[in-house]
């Protein structure tokens, strides 16, 4: 940040104004606004009579002093609340360990007998929405048709069976969507439910981390849903 410059072309004070003057700031380097004040009434008490200086100077430097200050509140104020807002973030990142969480494009973990849910976010009317079941090898274990929805979300639920009705084997499965879209078949994205296993707190300030049961890890801003 650039910061402002006082003028310091002030005439020189006499050795018994200076003296009567109170130390600078509470460190004794810093001048506050009470020794800022007490200096413009130092000079004005002690400026040559024949050379008076304008009294629009001192204004100037007021405001000069009054904009620097000012700054230096407003930095304090947004480091402050920057502060507060990382602690409420990792609390509330702590606070879904264990809980299912929608994250765009993850892989959904299907555990034995379990399922695979999400939802799609059609950007506009779709007469055909399809979906595609791919597990970690890249194969296709399962298709499934959602027929026409309108733009929005579209929710879904994969009951765990292959296409040739057996259990799939459990493990990461990602769901792909295409969509017939204005006569023309289109990828859209996926959110898919996914468990939170850990959370990374970050020293340096930055979001924290959730560390998925797919082995991923998203910030915590990436959330659309939690379940």
Do not use: C
Request: zero cysteines; glycine letters at 10%; a negative charge.
């Amino acid at each position: 940040m650039d910061q402002i410059t006082l003028d310091n072309n002030l005439p020189s004070l006499g050795a018994s104004a200076a003296n009567s003057m109170s130390p600078l700031g509470a460190s004794g380097t810093e001048l506050g606004q009470a020794d800022f004040i007490e200096l413009l009434v130092a000079q004005i008490k002690n400026q040559d009579p024949t050379k008076p200086l304008d009294p629009s100077q001192f204004m100037s430097q007021l405001a000069q002093f009054s904009t620097v200050n000012g700054i230096q509140e407003l930095k304090a104020s947004f480091e402050s609340l920057a502060g507060r807002l990382s602690s409420e973030q990792s609390l509330q990142a702590a606070g879904l360990v264990g809980r299912n969480v929608l994250v765009p494009g993850g892989p959904g973990t299907l555990a034995a007998g379990g399922t695979i849910s999400g939802h799609v976010n059609l950007p506009q009317q779709s007469s055909v929405l399809d979906l595609s079941i791919i597990d970690a090898f890249g194969v296709e274990v399962r298709s499934l048709s959602l027929g026409g929805h309108n733009e929005g979300s579209v929710q879904f639920q994969w009951d765990g069976l292959a296409d040739d009705g057996s259990a799939a084997l459990p493990g990461e499965y990602r769901v792909i969507a295409e969509a017939l879209i204005d006569g023309e078949r289109q990828a859209i994205e996926v959110a898919v439910a996914t468990r939170v296993d850990s959370v990374t707190i970050n020293q340096e300030g930055s979001a924290p981390l959730l560390n998925l049961a797919s082995g991923d890890s998203m910030p915590l801003s990436n959330v659309e849903q939690i379940r």
